[in-house]
């Protein structure tokens, strides 16, 4: 089961995470995408979430799509297995010439 990560490892991980924040509601970034490539990329991510049994609440509004991360087991806090899912997003995001906002 995972753990929530201490201020420290979050403060850590979100420097190696471009684009990436803390919020209330856990880690959050939104991307700038051509809409064309939105459904692509959110069929990508899709994927990446289900293989590692993790999900994003995403939100599409025009040519930007937003996420937030966080462990519901957890009570909603950010465990590892959020910031492996922002890396990944990350992965994703720039196959798709994704841009943060």
Excluded: C
Excluded at 38 to 63: K, N, Q
Aim: glycine share 4%.
């Amino acid at each position: 089961m995972p753990t929530p990560l201490s201020s420290e490892d979050l403060d850590r991980a979100v420097a190696q995470l471009p684009g990436w924040r803390v919020a209330e509601k856990g880690l959050t970034a939104s991307y700038r995408v051509d809409r064309t490539l939105v459904p692509s990329l959110y069929v990508a991510v899709a994927a990446a979430e289900d293989a590692a049994d993790h999900h994003a609440e995403i939100t599409i509004l025009y040519g930007t799509v937003s996420f937030v991360l966080n462990t519901h087991s957890e009570g909603g806090a950010v465990t590892e297995k959020d910031t492996d899912m922002a890396a990944r997003i990350n992965e994703i995001a720039a196959d798709h010439q994704a841009t943060p906002v």
